[in-house]
């Protein structure tokens, strides 16, 4: 990977794993000074798992034998993993993220590749090994176990959780280069995927590493660093990611609730940006994807916690022979007033959301 764009965002990840590379790395700062990826990430503290176990110890995933623990080529037999844990919260890009456990997890999105040149350790303080299977997700707990699926080729593999990232909230996933080649993606590309929670799996390195599921998150150390440039804009909410819980009142827009009526909101104090024409189905522009969930409830949850950021419909999908409901923030007349737009879906609770077109 010799291109900037590639390497840029893995000068910044290694910047934040290991600040001691700083003064090795002036020489590049300076030539990248005007990079964003690289001066927001300084110093960032991206969120790290409580403890390591070593992986001499751990049972090796075995296909024939659901009890089994951990994919075999998810773990560096000279080096620790990570527990499984939440890790903590963390600020990314001027967002506040809260990790989540979401055993029911399946969204998709956009898969990112990470650095083959990269030499530093992950937010789950394990040594990074670009040969591994493991990935940086923003909220799913370390040591979580993913199915991963290329949508452009049904190839799919299990992963590991052991990152976080990616930095572009337009990206849902980082994936290391081994998993990409298996998954099919080409170098210095992207693709779309679904990313799946595998339970049974997850819970297994979960009783392998002594972590807990459910445990709650611990209280934050340190101070909330507030992004001043987006202080001006951002409406005043908490952004932290709320647990969908289902809701008993109507939706805003669900073309499979029947009669469906507006819900009286009051003006939201949004940016106004030109509407994209469409063809009364809403797909026409660019959106921002708020989430895709396997219960209708949940987006219809997720829809009213957006109500004030802008229009928000839900529809259905049907991915790998599952049907999810899709929630969209949009349209929106150009890629840079999604952007601007996507700022505020994270806030309001959206932390996988991504702006897409369609």
Known sequence: MSDVPSFVPDIARSLLSAPLRVAALGGVLLALGGCDAVQESFGLDRGTASEVVSTSTLPVFDPANPVSAFPANTLDPSGDVARYSLGSVYILGGQTVTPQEDLSYLREGIAAIG?????????????????????????????TIVKVTNLDNDRATLMRINDRGPNDFTHLIEVTPAAARVLGIGTNSVSMVSVEVVEAVTRNVAQATGGQLGRALPTPTGPVIANPAAATVQPAVTATIAPSVPIDTAPLDDPFAGAVTQNALTAPAVPVFDAVPTNGTGASGFYIQAGAFGKRSNALSMQQQLAN??????????????QLWRVRVGPYASDADARVALGW?????????????D
């Open 115 to 143: 650095s083959e040149m990269f030499t530093g350790t992950t937010a789950s303080q394990e040594r990074y090994n670009p040969g591994l299977l493991t990935a940086a997700h923003r909220t799913l707990p370390f040591s």
């Open 309 to 322: 950021t802008g229009s928000v419909v839900v529809l259905p999908a049907i991915v790998n022979g599952r």
């Open 345 to 357: 879906v994270i806030s309001a609770g959206a932390a996988d959301a991504q702006v897409v077109i």
